[in-house]
């Protein structure tokens, strides 16, 4: 037995932040439960049926002050820690617009991490230091939940419905991963670690090709453009608008108008919705007429990661010339060092969808 | 309290009595009784045996969680053996125990009726849980469950490979007999309060079985359908929660929590109802702030089906959708507060006397106050997100519903078992056992929310990628051997008091209220001999009143000298 722990490593800031609001609410408690003990204990001694010597008379049996002072105070008190919670679930709830994805596919009993560029592990999760993550991910059969303590966080992945989570983690080390939702007979099986690398050891991971199955992985939207090609996707869906289905161009974050009224803003789930059944959801001015097609988990995250990648290049262009030139630096630091880099994403703080993308255009040019 | 309409007083005659028990002690007589008094002490027995099989699936459990790989059983097993104890304590006991066997009991007692509204009605819904309870066990020979007692889809509706079916039913079957309970309490509190009993004379113990019966009867056929749908499911692959065919999982356990977490209030409300007159009794004293905790047992009753959200903060559910349980759950916690500073200010100015109802009483007080409190981390949006699904939570709910829910059963049965058997019980062995559950009882759950703030999962069956849990599942694991140990307590002096009990007066502790002093020493079959007229409020408590029984006379043959 090893020595007792009383609390888990802080492996990212906001675990820090979450630990203060935890030791405020265990003082508040201790506080409360010491106070009714003592209150009750004491009173209990004084007013003993053995102890004559003591007043026992104007006895009172009601008091609107005292009744109101302890249900404001505990009332204020609630709502403090309410809006004190608040804050840290909008933290933990909002993502870094510059995280990198990780996505994820729970089944019974196994975590699989895809990597966008195409490494994929299971159970295992290599992640850099410092840098902002975000999870996307998806169960092929039961609920489960991906819970990392030592990060503070965990969330539901729904079979059927993207959700999400992300972390910075600032510590490196070797971490537990739980499924924190009984999903069936080995639920206690279905863990596993995440280590956090320094960025020199994340490097290496990496060109080592992350796993040992394959040295040379495709990445995400490599694969992700075979489907979309083996499928007849691109028949009619475009660089364009076409009078029979829109153009998945610059599609991700768009607010999109469905053909019954409802407004949409296209993310990773309703891509996949619009994939799996796209009759639920029909653009304005559209038929119906994109078949069903029989997917799996992992190719529709793919088909996502794709489909994102096309909207990253033109906004990039178009609004934001630093990163432009970061790229074109990058490009040339790619094809200065040969193909197995170009899957790589380390540190250049630019996605690596976008590499493709602008290699795409400089081809054309 | 209250005048009869002549003066004699009933409990004089010392001849061989006639009461609820000796009028006829055929078997028939029992099992087709229509009298509440009976039918109260047959749901004794009957949730007693439930909540010894629900013990010892949980003595499994925790004798597995000793090793970090495991003790005996197979995983599978193990996911049985949680889920029997969590099926069997919440729907065959923790549900049940407390309305329908003190409320069964001593509702019609309290409120000067001869029975509940619908004798009949009362004796099909003890049918209904009997029924239920054994489609439960035939579920649980015939292979059990292992979806947790929660029964998540899509898991319990596709996936499991167990009795669900059977599960489902016997909750199901049992969930109509809450419902008749339901129904006969609120029919027999408007319409058979005694004369001058008005609605603000009502013992608290009424008050809460009141808000009891209102959830149940709004929320029990929400979970009726939610598990039928689930059953419609796993058999004719129709749609509802699983997204194979188009249902949504998450929708289930909205529809569950809409019912199950009221539940938890049926299970905590009938808790302080008794806590509420046991304290009142003990200290001399009228309850302090009786509006407020009346108003306080409607309160949590209408907050509490406004809170479910709370179990699905992790789900994915919308920002302001989650903001808005969390606040309301942060302030179903007010009314509790209330209540238990109305408790102690109640001991303000008393004349106390520690005798072993008061003990359980005030031990409700330490175990419910650490439940309640540690409420408010679950609630909580941010610490929540960390805290969901691990043992913290399984410590949280085990403070309120075992430590909240048996700790006032046993107050309950205590403080009345002189009234249901006219017997005593010893003193001494009543405030052993007492002490020995209470710590027991710290510990085998407090080292759980260390555990779950270290993070561990509840529901895990082996844990050797994270050793550091073992010291405290070993620990917690020990402290429910104790807790076992003080559980057979009672449960053997209570059994030998039947017979070798000493003969209690027909108000050993001097208490007010119609059951206590407008009955036999044992209550006759219809209760009272005249209906009582009612002119006083509730708890009119002084401090010149008659101390309770002596220690002395408890004590098994022990004989009260005669009062003239």
Request: with cysteine; net charge neutral; proline share 4%.
């Amino acid at each position: 037995m090893k020595e007792l722990k009383f609390s888990p490593t802080q492996a990212t800031e906001y675990a820090t932040r979450h630990d203060v609001l935890f030791y405020a609410l265990t003082a508040l408690v201790v506080l409360f439960t010491v106070l009714v003990g003592v209150a009750v204990l004491y009173l209990m001694i004084k007013y003993r049926a053995s102890n004559k010597n003591v007043d026992r008379t104007k006895r009172i049996h009601h008091h609107l002050g005292i009744e109101i002072a302890w249900t404001v105070i505990p009332t204020i008190l609630a709502l403090i820690i309410f809006f004190w919670g608040l804050l840290l679930f909008k933290e933990v709830k909002t993502p870094d617009k510059d995280s990198s994805d990780i996505y994820v596919i729970g089944k019974q009993w196994m975590w699989q991490f895809q990597h966008p560029n195409g490494i994929r592990e299971n159970n295992e999760l290599h992640v850099p230091v410092g840098r902002p993550v975000k999870i996307t991910m998806i169960s092929q059969d039961v609920i489960h939940s991906l819970y990392i303590p030592q990060f503070r966080v965990q969330f539901y992945t729904l079979p059927g419905r993207y959700t999400s989570m992300h972390f910075t983690p600032n510590v490196v080390g070797k971490f537990n991963i739980f499924c924190s939702m009984h999903c069936g007979a080995d639920h206690s099986k279905m863990g596993g670690y995440i280590h956090v690398l320094s960025p020199s050891d994340y490097t290496k991971w990496l060109e080592n090709g992350g796993n040992r199955f394959s040295k040379n992985s495709e990445s995400m939207i490599k694969s992700g453009l075979k489907t979309f090609a083996k499928n007849g996707c691109s028949n009619c869906h475009g660089g364009a608008d076409t009078y029979r289905a829109p153009s998945l161009h610059g599609l991700i974050g768009r607010k999109r108008k469905m053909n019954d009224g409802r407004v949409v803003i296209a993310d990773e789930a309703y891509i996949r919705e619009s994939i799996l059944t796209p009759y639920n959801n029909v653009v304005e001015g559209y038929e119906q007429i994109m078949p069903v097609y029989d997917l799996s988990e992992g190719e529709v995250l793919e088909l996502v990661e794709y489909i994102k990648s096309l909207s990253r290049a033109p906004s990039m262009f178009e609004e934001n010339e630093k990163v432009y030139k970061n790229t074109r630096n990058h490009v040339k630091n790619i094809s200065n060092s040969g193909e197995i880099n170009l899957e790589m994403r380390v540190d250049s703080g630019v996605s690596q969808s976008s590499v493709q993308q602008v290699q795409h255009v400089s081809e054309q040019n | 309290m209250s005048k009869t309409l002549d003066k004699k007083h009933p409990n004089n005659s010392h001849q061989e009595e006639v009461n609820y028990i000796t009028v006829d002690y055929t078997m028939k007589s029992w099992f087709i009784t229509k009298d509440h008094k009976r039918i109260g002490m047959l749901y004794l027995a009957t949730v007693l045996v439930f909540f010894f099989v629900g013990s010892v699936a949980a003595g499994f459990v925790r004798f597995e969680l000793t090793s970090p790989t495991g003790q005996i059983l197979e995983s599978e097993t193990f996911n049985r053996m949680f889920t029997a104890h969590g099926v069997v304590m919440i729907f065959f006991f923790l549900l049940i125990a407390i309305p329908a066997v003190l409320g069964n009991f001593f509702l019609p007692l309290m409120l000067g009726a001869r029975d509940l509204a619908f004798p009949k009605l009362n004796l099909l819904s003890y049918y209904l849980y009997l029924g239920g309870g054994l489609f439960g066990v035939v579920a649980l020979v015939s292979g059990g469950v292992d979806t947790g007692w929660t029964f998540y889809t899509p898991l319990s509706s596709m996936y499991s490979n167990s009795q669900v079916v059977l599960t489902i039913t016997a909750a199901f079957i049992t969930g109509f007999s809450s419902i008749a309970t339901a129904v006969n309490f609120i029919v027999t509190i408007h319409k058979m309060r005694a004369p001058g009993l008005t609605w603000f004379r009502l013992p608290l113990f009424v008050w809460a079985h009141y808000a009891t019966s209102i959830i149940i009867l709004l929320g029990t056929p929400v979970v009726a359908i939610t598990l039928a749908l689930v059953a419609v499911e796993r058999l004719f692959h129709i749609g509802v929660f699983s997204p194979e065919y188009g249902g949504d999982p998450v929708l289930f356990q909205h529809m569950f929590w809409f019912y199950s977490h009221p539940a938890v209030y049926i299970m905590i409300l009938p808790a302080m109802g008794v806590v509420s007159e046991i304290i009142a009794c003990f200290a001399r004293n009228r309850v302090f702030g009786y509006e407020f905790i009346a108003a306080s047992s409607l309160a949590i009753g209408g907050l509490g089906f406004l809170v479910w959200g709370h179990h699905m903060f992790a789900s994915g559910e919308s920002y302001f959708q989650a903001a808005f349980f969390s606040l309301m759950t942060s302030l179903v916690a007010i009314p509790s507060a209330i209540k238990v500073f109305n408790w102690a200010a109640t001991l303000y100015k008393g004349m106390i006397y520690l005798t072993t109802p008061m003990a359980y009483a005030i031990g409700f007080l330490g175990l419910f106050v650490i439940g309640g409190l540690t409420g408010l981390y679950c609630s909580n949006l941010g610490v929540d997100v960390h805290l969901t699904g691990t043992y913290f939570i399984v410590a949280h709910f085990h403070y309120v519903m075992v430590g909240g829910t048996i700790m006032a059963l046993l107050a309950g049965i205590h403080f009345w078992w002189p009234k249901m058997t006219g017997r005593m019980y010893p003193e001494i062995w009543g405030k052993i056992g007492m002490l020995v559950i209470f710590s027991g009882f710290h510990m085998t759950f407090m080292p759980q929310f260390i555990l779950g703030f270290l993070g561990m999962p509840r529901r895990y069956h082996y844990y050797h990628f994270a050793p550091e849990f073992q010291a405290y599942n070993v620990f917690s694991t020990a402290g429910a051997g104790v807790l076992a140990i003080g559980f057979m307590i009672p449960v053997v002096y209570l059994l030998l008091s039947l017979k070798h009990g000493a003969k209690a007066p027909a108000n050993p502790w001097n208490a007010k209220g119609l059951e206590w002093e407008k009955t036999d020493r044992v209550p006759i079959t219809h209760n009272f001999r005249e209906i009582p007229v009612v002119t006083e409020e509730a708890y009119n408590y002084s401090i010149d009143d008659e101390p309770p029984i002596e220690a002395k006379y408890t004590k098994f043959g022990a004989v009260m000298e005669e009062k003239s």
